[in-house]
């Protein structure tokens, strides 16, 4: 990873941005039309955001050009920042052990209050569940039943009621939409394995003889039914793949699709395995067929609703995945190099890791359809990916939540919680409080043992000191918000000449905002940088919107260069400064 970044970062950025700008030119002139006109200082203040959006099912077509405006709802992923939730492990309302729909629209109000004022709470304006339906096995991704709720987590009243109590907060939800294989409980399959005469025999994918060969990281995908034929299953022999070539399969998945955007109301949907729908005999991933697919199905969600958004799991290369939002067959996709980068970067402290590697995927990828995450529900959390170390946390936060990209944080990252696989062990209950069962649930009965060290680290110690990781957060998140360069902005990787100072530059409409990162546990002096700037010669004011210190102040030269710049004499141990610059009248 670091050799591919490095040696793209040298062997010419410069030429790359050209090239990728030519080839992205469509996309960029519909969202983000490249100006002439002079940048306009001012114009910030007129749209930073005052009031929660109201959120309403509106089905109205969706105007071009629609990315001026950061706070724009019609493209409203593209200033959110996304949570996402095991509900298993979130919040027990009940007293059951297991996590809840009620439990989690009783912790809205720390997610967000939907009061702009307050700042006590997270901030986040999106959550993403993990799998809702009915299910075999405890995480979910082997439905049993996609059109209802699984019982565990409440009754679909209850779903529509956290929707409800979401929306009035300015929170938007998505759900996890697990297509590419049902259970292998799932009556379609019973009925399909029981008779080859079954309604629902083409539903799956069938062999008489096994055809020997194995899937994408080597492992079995024909498995052997009770009748001694062979179905196909990409993940487990608990998890037969659909059959998508069967266009009932796809009427099915039309019905559900309507069913939850339509008669429950939810905001869009994360596209389980979505590189894996439809298979060419052994090539199972990243088909065209799978590509063409997905677009038809993008095209039913917004004839549906077009203000739903749809992002999907490619695990895959982001030189792969970029293809799936290229052709508008989703808004988003998940950058999984780019968690990648980030996470050895940290480890190696390496600013040319973190800013080469940024600066790839930003060029990448067309504004705002690249969903950024430091890790999720398939990975080691971040705080044991990075030894527990909470400066490189916040460092992580940071980068997160300043980058260009559609940020993701996978919960119970706020406060830095521990967890390595198994998958269990990495999705354990949310740690509220030192009492029994952190606040999770009560009386001992929660459905996994709790990581051992909940009583030193959860969200109410947190909350109370000002230096927690979940302040961090709550501060990065809410700035994030308010800050529309931070948001929409351009990102271009600053570099410092220095491996332990990260720095980059967003800009939007005459709005610059510099991020510093000092990486090493020791003070640097003599880090004076170059950059360039969108902004008219002359001088500048810079305000810490985080950190502390009196910042000298920037003489911007013709062309927007600034020469040799320097905010303090010592940027101090592992430092985070975001700053502003306003011009001096
Ligand atoms: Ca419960
Ligand atoms: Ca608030
Ligand atoms: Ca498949």
Redesign the pocket.
Known sequence: MRRKYVFLAILGLGGLAIALILIFQNQYSKTRPLSSAPPRIESTAEITQTSVPQISKNTQPIPEDTLVNPYDETNWWGHSVFYEIFVRSYSDSNGDGIGDFNGITAKLDYLNDGDPETTSDLGITALWLMPIFPASSYHGYDVTDYLAVNPEYGTMDDFKALLDAAHERGIRIIIDFVI??TSSEHPWFQSAMSATDSPYRDYYIWSDQNPGYVGPWNETVWHKSIRGDYY?G?FSSNMP??N?RNQAVRDEIKKITSFWLTDVGVDGFRIDGAR????DGEV?VNTPETHQYLKEFYNLVKSINPRAMVVGEVWDSSFVSVKYVQDQEMDMVFDFDLSSAWIEGLNRRDATILGSSTMLEVQLFPINQMATFLTNHDMNRISDQLMGDEAALKAAASLLLTASGVPFVYYGEEIGMSGSKPDEQIRTPMQWTAAKDAGFSQDGKAWIALNSDYKKKNVDLQLKDPNSLLSTYRELIQMRQKTPALLVGDYQWIDTGFADVYAAVRQFEGQVIIILINLSDSPIRDFAFDLQVNLPAGNYSVTPLLGNGVMTPITVGSNGVIKAYQPLDELSSNARLILELKPVK
Not at 276 to 279: C, P, Q
């Open positions: 590419n294989h196909y990409v793949d659909l998508f894996h729908l439809i298979e199972q």
